[in-house]
């Protein structure tokens, strides 16, 4: 097939950065082809995909050399809107792009210079909403007003309404509910076998690239590292995971037990079914008893009763919400997009006040705190890092909170260094925030709200935009956080992750609670999963299929499956 983009020898460097981006990327994409893109954050990923549209060297101001040819358009050159109607960048940031007041103005924008026909316009806009697992009923609202992952699949409708030549997608689905991940990706295979479009897909979850792509390249330090099929790249598991990347569970499971490579879940069932037949793999019995029950403290921290909350002009968010945590309390609130999850959280920590309902810290209501004597109890790190974070360097950020406490200027320092060190931002102290990778930025604004050192931490969406190595030292540490005493809760849609190192799982649905147990109790509730959206880890569901082998169903990761198979 003939190349439709190409990039040669590309060198790129953010004016005030002392370091090279990228350094002698050199690629190719073919006409029709998927691929995916993989590598550790800061790798040069996101730069690279700005450099696709023209935005790099057109509008952002650095050092630049070598060639990007896009359709046969020079991006050093040629006009970046000609570029665009090629082309449609999804941003890592999807806020970054929206410029209407509503999500059918939005999508119109792009369409407008594209389409005559009303009747024409209106079909597109309502096949791309429905492409990405959204309603008409979207269409009047804010943009601006939705969830994390409403806003991202609103990104992706705009992009994909003018059916562009290429589509590329920086992170699509990082803040999309599990259940919304798979609609996206199939509507992104849609889209290439309907239009023959050319999609370039940046992404940490291999699961879905697996599946997905015809070809996946590895980045690391701005170079290309390694590429070739989803079967070569994720069957050589120890270069992938020296890159901070996690292969897709079931190649991890096959190849640890010797088995040949399986890039899905039937395939790995298949063969581990085969094996265990065949008298290949073992299964031990595991006799030590798991907790069921979640770890608490005996302290109540925040209590919340009967609470309700609507926006103005908008749905109710929260209906009825009855809720206790309690001191040391580890606990992941998980459920589908729009449930509520992010209005409970800032209702937590006092950014919203509730419409209906009491909020309770330590016994007193939350209205009577001043702000600042909340923060120390209760800090809130946002979905969007961009949301909180305002200062001129890394060090200044990090530093701020302590300051305003009045604290003394040494123990101002040792917070600073400490939290700096633990989100692993060392040599990034003098850098603007904004210069950051959307995953640097969102360790920076973890590490902003570390330096309070208030009792509770409730972290929105920690794991989206990190590589698999650095979700793993973030969860470590916040394990080790809540080992010395601080209450977390995290918002995620990472089970797979958490699941692991929590105590407890709030399940959320339509504003209401609609399950809180351990993990396992969570996990094993079809009718709770079925109406949360959520997807049970791939080691649990491929255990509960080799049940009548005698392997355990009480498992959640692939180190539990493992542990109980052997050749």
């Given at each position: 097939?003939?190349?439709?983009?190409?990039?040669?020898?590309?060198?790129?460097?953010?004016?005030?950065?002392?370091?090279?981006?990228?350094?002698?990327?050199?690629?190719?994409?073919?006409?029709?082809?998927?691929?995916?893109?993989?590598?550790?954050?800061?790798?040069?990923?996101?730069?690279?995909?700005?450099?696709?549209?023209?935005?790099?060297?057109?509008?952002?101001?650095?050092?630049?050399?070598?060639?990007?040819?896009?359709?046969?358009?020079?991006?050093?050159?040629?006009?970046?809107?000609?570029?665009?109607?090629?082309?449609?960048?999804?941003?890592?940031?999807?806020?970054?792009?929206?410029?209407?007041?509503?999500?059918?103005?939005?999508?119109?924008?792009?369409?407008?210079?594209?389409?005559?026909?009303?009747?024409?316009?209106?079909?597109?806009?309502?096949?791309?909403?429905?492409?990405?697992?959204?309603?008409?009923?979207?269409?009047?609202?804010?943009?601006?007003?939705?969830?994390?992952?409403?806003?991202?699949?609103?990104?992706?409708?705009?992009?994909?309404?003018?059916?562009?030549?290429?589509?590329?997608?920086?992170?699509?689905?990082?803040?999309?509910?599990?259940?919304?991940?798979?609609?996206?990706?199939?509507?992104?295979?849609?889209?290439?076998?309907?239009?023959?479009?050319?999609?370039?897909?940046?992404?940490?979850?291999?699961?879905?690239?697996?599946?997905?792509?015809?070809?996946?390249?590895?980045?690391?330090?701005?170079?290309?590292?390694?590429?070739?099929?989803?079967?070569?790249?994720?069957?050589?598991?120890?270069?992938?995971?020296?890159?901070?990347?996690?292969?897709?569970?079931?190649?991890?499971?096959?190849?640890?037990?010797?088995?040949?490579?399986?890039?899905?879940?039937?395939?790995?069932?298949?063969?581990?079914?085969?094996?265990?037949?065949?008298?290949?793999?073992?299964?031990?019995?595991?006799?030590?008893?798991?907790?069921?029950?979640?770890?608490?403290?005996?302290?109540?921290?925040?209590?919340?009763?009967?609470?309700?909350?609507?926006?103005?002009?908008?749905?109710?968010?929260?209906?009825?919400?009855?809720?206790?945590?309690?001191?040391?309390?580890?606990?992941?609130?998980?459920?589908?997009?729009?449930?509520?999850?992010?209005?409970?959280?800032?209702?937590?920590?006092?950014?919203?006040?509730?419409?209906?309902?009491?909020?309770?810290?330590?016994?007193?209501?939350?209205?009577?705190?001043?702000?600042?004597?909340?923060?120390?109890?209760?800090?809130?790190?946002?979905?969007?890092?961009?949301?909180?974070?305002?200062?001129?360097?890394?060090?200044?950020?990090?530093?701020?909170?302590?300051?305003?406490?009045?604290?003394?200027?040494?123990?101002?320092?040792?917070?600073?260094?400490?939290?700096?060190?633990a989100m692993e931002l060392n040599g990034l102290e003098?850098?603007?925030?904004?210069?950051?990778?959307?995953?640097?930025r969102r360790r920076l604004a973890l590490a902003s709200?570390?330096?309070?050192?208030?009792?509770?931490?409730?972290?929105?969406?920690?794991?989206?935009?990190?590589?698999?190595?650095?979700?793993?030292?973030?969860?470590?540490?916040?394990?080790?956080?809540?080992?010395?005493?601080?209450?977390?809760?995290?918002?995620?849609?990472?089970?797979?992750?958490?699941?692991?190192?929590?105590?407890r799982l709030l399940v959320m649905y339509m504003g209401?609670?609609?399950?809180?147990?351990?993990?396992?109790?969570?996990?094993?509730?079809?009718?709770?999963?079925?109406?949360?959206?959520?997807?049970?880890?791939?080691?649990?569901?491929?255990?509960?299929?080799?049940?009548?082998?005698?392997?355990?169903?009480?498992?959640?990761?692939?180190?539990?499956?493992?542990?109980?198979?052997?050749?």
């Amino acid at each position: 097939m003939s190349e439709i983009l190409k990039v040669e020898d590309l060198w790129w460097r953010y004016e005030g950065r002392k370091d090279w981006v990228l350094r002698g990327l050199d690629l190719s994409v073919s006409i029709g082809e998927v691929v995916g893109i993989i590598g550790p954050s800061g790798a040069g990923k996101t730069t690279f995909c700005l450099s696709l549209v023209g935005v790099i060297p057109q509008r952002l101001q650095g050092a630049y050399r070598g060639k990007v040819t896009v359709d046969g358009l020079d991006t050093l050159r040629d006009d970046l809107t000609e570029i665009s109607r090629r082309l449609s960048l999804v941003f890592e940031d999807p806020e970054t792009q929206y410029v209407m007041s509503t999500v059918e103005d939005e999508i119109l924008l792009a369409l407008e210079n594209s389409m005559n026909s009303r009747e024409e316009i209106s079909e597109r806009i309502e096949w791309a909403l429905s492409a990405v697992g959204l309603s008409a009923d979207f269409l009047q609202r804010n943009p601006l007003q939705l969830s994390g992952g409403e806003k991202q699949r609103v990104a992706i409708a705009s992009a994909i309404a003018t059916h562009p030549k290429i589509l590329v997608l920086d992170e699509p689905t990082s803040d999309i509910d599990p259940v919304g991940k798979l609609e996206v990706f199939e509507s992104i295979r849609s889209l290439r076998e309907e239009l023959g479009a050319t999609v370039i897909i940046v992404e940490h979850e291999t699961e879905f690239l697996s599946e997905t792509a015809d070809r996946i390249i590895a980045f690391s330090n701005g170079r290309v590292a390694f590429e070739g099929t989803p079967q070569n790249v994720f069957s050589d598991i120890s270069s992938i995971q020296q890159l901070g990347i996690s292969p897709p569970h079931p190649c991890r499971i096959t190849c640890a037990l010797g088995l040949k490579p399986s890039l899905t879940e039937g395939e790995a069932e298949r063969n581990l079914t085969e094996a265990i037949a065949q008298g290949y793999l073992k299964v031990r019995k595991i006799t030590e008893e798991r907790p069921r029950e979640p770890r608490r403290g005996m302290k109540e921290l925040a209590s919340l009763d009967g609470v309700h909350f609507s926006y103005p002009g908008g749905a109710e968010a929260l209906r009825g919400v009855d809720l206790k945590i309690y001191e040391g309390d580890f606990i992941a609130l998980v459920g589908p997009n729009g449930s509520g999850k992010s209005t409970l959280a800032k209702i937590l920590c006092g950014l919203l006040n509730p419409t209906a309902g009491q909020v309770k810290i330590e016994g007193r209501p939350i209205n009577r705190f001043h702000r600042r004597d909340l923060a120390k109890l209760v800090s809130y790190v946002f979905q969007n890092p961009d949301h909180q974070l305002f200062n001129q360097t890394v060090r200044e950020e990090v530093a701020f909170a302590p300051r305003i406490l009045d604290l003394p200027e040494a123990e101002v320092r040792e917070r600073t260094s400490e939290s700096i060190s633990a989100m692993e931002l060392n040599g990034l102290e003098d850098e603007h925030p904004l210069f950051l990778s959307k995953g640097e930025r969102r360790r920076l604004a973890l590490a902003s709200i570390l330096s309070l050192k208030p009792k509770m931490l409730i972290i929105d969406e920690p794991t989206t935009g990190q590589d698999y190595r650095t979700n793993s030292r973030i969860m470590a540490l916040l394990r080790n956080l809540n080992s010395i005493g601080y209450t977390i809760l995290l918002i995620t849609h990472a089970l797979s992750i958490v699941s692991t190192v929590v105590d407890r799982l709030l399940v959320m649905y339509m504003g209401r609670i609609l399950k809180d147990g351990t993990p396992r109790e969570v996990l094993d509730d079809d009718e709770v999963v079925k109406r949360a959206r959520l997807i049970v880890p791939t080691a649990k569901r491929i255990a509960e299929r080799l049940s009548s082998y005698g392997v355990s169903k009480d498992v959640l990761t692939v180190e539990d499956l493992l542990e109980q198979l052997s050749p």
